[in-house]
């Protein structure tokens, strides 16, 4: 006969548990910036912080990882690494290992494992992630978690023309904790790449400033943010049919005013989402894999699915992802691989 207290603690192993935990992966001063559209330029100063970030989650006897960097792509090498130091230091099996990336366009080649000046650098951050991976599991604690949508027209457009149909959505993911906020988790289908090619400053361009903005409002530890579908799209009103576009300074001002209007956006949506704590966690694996798509991985966090793609594709392609789970929150991230911009 089972007693209540072992009853309540079996019903407590079964509900979710959450961790998060973060670290600074930006290169040295004097490291070449890397990136889909400008010449490759030696970096003089920090404007702000690249991070890694973990996200821990554990119920029904399973847990997963959410990972999310900085940079613009990441080698399938690259990859392997990281999913095997994460697996080792937080006691998540490998195929419950999820990465993806900001798409910041200011970033070290870690998708070019050729590179003879980062070889250091590419064996030591996944480490680091490994680090705070197992950081993130010593943190965890009671969670619920929701998701929430929210609709941001007129913050890209479409390369073939202003009035192109694009994705809109930015899908969320909301987890708290009996400490408070844990994090915030969303993505976004345009490239970070406000940035113009004159700065030689390190940054994490207007994802790393939406994540700060939307961290900062919402009390949470931190937040992680998945760059979409998006090799058709580009910041603001940049179409190649838009004689006067806006924002041309590229510069920190304007990093700042996406960043800032995606975070407000994103910040009011998720107010009065519905959370829980009876959640279900496993790996999603297509039936039938699409060999233009690249390599998938695919992850399911209660209502919310996310998937990764190291395939370029294009913001048509995350619609109809989300149209064909009406019922699901679709997180999607691609160009995982890295490629540059009209590379095919």
């Given at each position: 006969?089972?007693?209540?207290?072992?009853?309540?603690?079996?019903?407590?192993?079964?509900?979710?548990?959450?961790?998060?935990?973060?670290?600074?992966?930006?290169?040295?001063?004097?490291?070449?910036?890397?990136?889909?559209?400008?010449?490759?330029?030696?970096?003089?100063?920090?404007?702000?912080?690249?991070?890694?970030?973990?996200?821990?989650?554990?119920?029904?006897?399973?847990?997963?990882?959410?990972?999310?960097?900085?940079?613009?792509?990441?080698?399938?090498?690259?990859?392997?690494?990281?999913?095997?130091?994460?697996?080792?230091?937080?006691?998540?099996?490998?195929?419950?290992?999820?990465?993806?990336?900001?798409?910041?366009?200011?970033?070290?080649?870690?998708?070019?494992?050729?590179?003879?000046?980062?070889?250091?650098?590419?064996?030591?951050?996944?480490?680091?992630?490994?680090?705070?991976?197992?950081?993130?599991?010593?943190?965890?604690?009671?969670?619920?978690?929701?998701?929430?949508?929210?609709?941001?027209?007129?913050?890209?457009?479409?390369?073939?023309?202003?009035?192109?149909?694009?994705?809109?959505?930015?899908?969320?993911?909301?987890?708290?904790?009996?400490?408070g906020p844990i994090a915030r988790v969303f993505g976004f289908s345009c490239p970070g790449s406000v940035i113009g090619g004159h700065?030689?400053?390190?940054?994490?361009?207007?994802?790393?400033?939406?994540?700060?903005?939307?961290?900062?409002?919402?009390?949470?530890?931190?937040?992680?943010?998945?760059?979409?579908?998006?090799?058709?799209?580009?910041?603001?009103?940049?179409?190649?049919?838009?004689?006067?576009?806006?924002?041309?300074?590229?510069?920190?001002a304007d990093v700042q005013a996406l960043g800032w209007l995606l975070a407000t956006q994103a910040g009011v949506a998720t107010q009065g989402a519905l959370l829980r704590r009876n959640i279900?966690?496993?790996?999603?694996?297509?039936?039938?894999?699409?060999?233009?798509?690249?390599?998938?991985?695919?992850?399911?966090?209660?209502?919310?699915?996310?998937?990764?793609?190291?395939?370029?594709?294009?913001?048509?392609?995350?619609?109809?992802?989300?149209?064909?789970?009406?019922?699901?929150?679709?997180?999607?991230?691609?160009?995982?691989?890295?490629?540059?911009?009209?590379?095919?």
């Open positions: 006969m089972t007693s209540d207290s072992q009853h309540g603690s079996q019903l407590r192993s079964e509900l979710l548990r959450a961790g998060y935990a973060e670290t600074v992966i930006t290169p040295p001063v004097g490291f070449e910036i890397e990136g889909p559209e400008h010449a490759t330029r030696r970096a003089t100063d920090v404007t702000d912080d690249l991070l890694g970030r973990v996200l821990v989650l554990e119920a029904g006897g399973d847990r997963a990882a959410i990972v999310t960097l900085d940079v613009w792509g990441v080698s399938e090498r690259f990859t392997a690494r990281v999913v095997e130091s994460v697996s080792s230091a937080a006691g998540v099996d490998e195929s419950l290992v999820w990465i993806g990336v900001s798409g910041n366009a200011t970033s070290p080649p870690l998708w070019d494992d050729g590179n003879a000046a980062y070889v250091q650098y590419a064996a030591y951050v996944p480490q680091q992630i490994g680090g705070i991976a197992a950081l993130a599991a010593g943190r965890l604690q009671d969670a619920e978690l929701g998701f929430a949508t929210a609709s941001l027209p007129d913050l890209a457009t479409s390369v073939n023309g202003r009035y192109e149909d694009l994705n809109e959505i930015v899908p969320m993911m909301i987890v708290d904790g009996v400490s700065s030689t400053d390190w940054t994490a361009d207007y994802p790393g400033y939406a994540c700060w903005a939307l961290s900062e409002a919402s009390g949470a530890e931190g937040c992680m943010f998945i760059r979409g579908p998006s090799s058709d799209v580009r910041p603001f009103d940049w179409s190649s049919d838009n004689p006067a576009p806006t924002h041309t300074d590229r510069g920190a279900d966690i496993a790996a999603v694996v297509r039936a039938e894999p699409d060999s233009g798509l690249g390599i998938v991985k695919g992850l399911k966090i209660g209502d919310g699915v996310f998937e990764s793609f190291t395939a370029s594709l294009t913001s048509e392609f995350g619609t109809t992802l989300a149209e064909a789970s009406p019922d699901q929150t679709v997180f999607v991230c691609a160009n995982l691989g890295g490629a540059s911009f009209g590379a095919t």
